[in-house]
């Protein structure tokens, strides 16, 4: 497919139409994704692997605390390179080429004890973990030039943050947060945020979110048609699709509800 100025007319032009109502159909994330990455730049093929590099975490950590979440399937890294990765960080006293970015590294090297610091304020916490990777990813988002991307990850930095805040009120903890909140309330989306996690019914919350999701993503692309910015929040819509469409139709409801109630850290709500 032709591209121009990093403007994909034809590549968007031929991408299927899916709506919140297709979330019990089949989507084929890979493909879709293999179909848009082999026509992008390569800058914006980092973009597109930032965005993925969220599962990657998300499994990293579950695989790490001997989760019995299911795998996610949308990282950029299969389990058993997930596994390997985790193996050599535990296993290997030598540097090795890792397939995670140098930020991430140097979290799991602390975790994992290889890597020991002089300075006491290197000195890691490891049930800090996840909140660490977090924070390394998000680090690396708000330096990359894609605009959506961006700022869709300084959204979901903000929502945790919200979402951990009330949490700890209500457990009556400390909040453990990703960065500084300021004033909740001036977050554009904070009363339809509130609205959602007021919703007592796990699923019907979920779907809320979710629908939320899909706002945010369209508003941050409003004014974008053909480039990079247009690709991932159409990509952000499929996958909060995918999640849906990957449950099954008998049992899915209830395996759904179950996985949701035992989440207890504000962590595991995803954007």
């Known amino acids: 497919m032709q591209k121009m100025n990093n403007e994909y007319y034809c590549l968007v032009a031929g991408l299927a139409e899916y709506s919140y109502a297709d979330k019990r159909g089949k989507i ?18 980092k973009a597109l692997e930032l965005l993925y590099l969220y599962y990657d975490i998300e499994n990293v950590v579950n695989i790490l605390n001997n ?4 795998f996610n399937v949308l990282g950029n890294l299969t389990r058993v390179q997930v596994e390997e990765e985790i193996s050599a960080f535990e296993t290997d006293d030598e540097p090795f080429e890792s ?4 930020p991430l590294r140097l979290t799991l090297d602390r975790y994992l004890g290889r890597y020991v610091a002089e300075d006491d304020e290197l ?5 800090l973990l996840e909140k660490s990777l977090h924070a390394d990813y998000f680090l690396l988002c708000s330096t ?3 605009d ?3 700022k869709w990850c300084e959204y979901d930095r903000i929502i945790r943050n919200i979402i951990a805040v009330r949490r700890a009120a209500q457990l009556e903890k400390e909040p453990i947060m990703v960065g500084e909140l300021e004033d909740e309330r001036e977050f554009e989306y904070y009363s339809e945020l509130i609205s959602v996690l007021e919703t007592r019914d796990f699923v019907e919350r979920e779907t809320k979110m979710d629908m939320l999701r899909l706002t945010i993503a369209e508003g941050l692309s409003e004014h974008n048609y053909f480039d990079i910015n247009m690709l991932l929040a159409y990509l952000v819509k499929l996958n909060i699709l995918f999640r849906w469409s990957s449950l099954d139709k ?6 759904f509800r179950a996985i949701v109630k035992g989440f207890t850290d504000s962590a595991q709500i995803n954007i």
């Open 148 to 150: 959506f991307l961006r």
């Open 28 to 45: 084929d994330i890979e493909a879709i994704r293999t179909e848009i990455n082999e026509v992008l730049s390569a800058q914006d093929k």
């Open 67 to 70: 989760s019995k979440l299911p």
């Open 250 to 255: 008998k049992v899915g409801e209830e395996r």
């Open 123 to 127: 000195n890691f916490d490891k049930s």
């Open 144 to 146: 990359i030039k894609c």
């Open 99 to 102: 397939l995670l970015p140098p």
